[in-house]
C-alpha cells in the first residue's frame, strides 16, 4: 500500500449534509446551542433552503425522514470548549445519550472526552475533544 495514491485532503471542505423537516430547530441546535457560526446560506436571507456550517450543510427538506437502520450512524464534531457547549445543551433540554467522559481508545491513540447527544431530527451528534 505505500505506492497507494494519496488524496490532497482539504479539511475545511469536508461536512455532512444532513436533510431537516425544521431548518430554524436545526439552526438552533447548530448554531445557537453548540456554537458552529454560518458559514453561508443558499436562498433568500430571510427563507434559505440551504444553510452551511462548519462540517454541516443543513438542507430544509419538509418531507424529510429518519428511517431506522439507516446506513447513517452519526455526525462527530471536535469542540475545544465541550464542557460548556455540554451545559448550553442540556439548560436547553437536550439530554445526553451518553454522559460526557474521558475515554483512552487504542485506536485512536490517545485521550479524548466525548458525548453523545440527538439533533432536532433524531441525528446522533458526537461531540469530542482530543486531549493532550
Do not use: K
Amino acid at each position: 500500500m505505500a505506492d497507494a495514491p494519496a488524496a490532497r485532503v482539504n479539511a475545511a471542505a469536508n461536512h455532512v449534509a444532513l436533510r431537516v423537516r425544521d431548518l430554524d430547530a436545526a439552526l438552533r441546535f447548530y448554531r445557537d446551542l453548540i456554537g458552529l457560526p454560518v458559514s453561508r446560506v443558499g436562498g433568500p436571507a430571510d427563507d434559505p433552503q440551504v444553510v452551511w456550517l462548519p462540517g454541516v450543510q443543513l438542507i430544509r427538506d419538509p418531507e424529510a425522514t429518519a428511517a431506522p437502520g439507516s446506513t447513517f450512524d452519526h455526525l462527530a464534531l471536535g469542540i475545544d470548549n465541550i464542557e460548556e457547549v455540554c451545559a448550553r445543551l442540556d439548560a436547553a433540554g437536550f439530554t445526553a445519550e451518553t454522559p460526557l467522559q474521558r475515554r483512552s481508545r487504542e485506536e485512536v491513540g490517545r485521550e479524548l472526552t466525548m458525548t453523545f447527544y440527538r439533533d432536532p431530527e433524531g441525528n446522533r451528534v458526537e461531540l469530542l475533544r482530543y486531549d493532550e
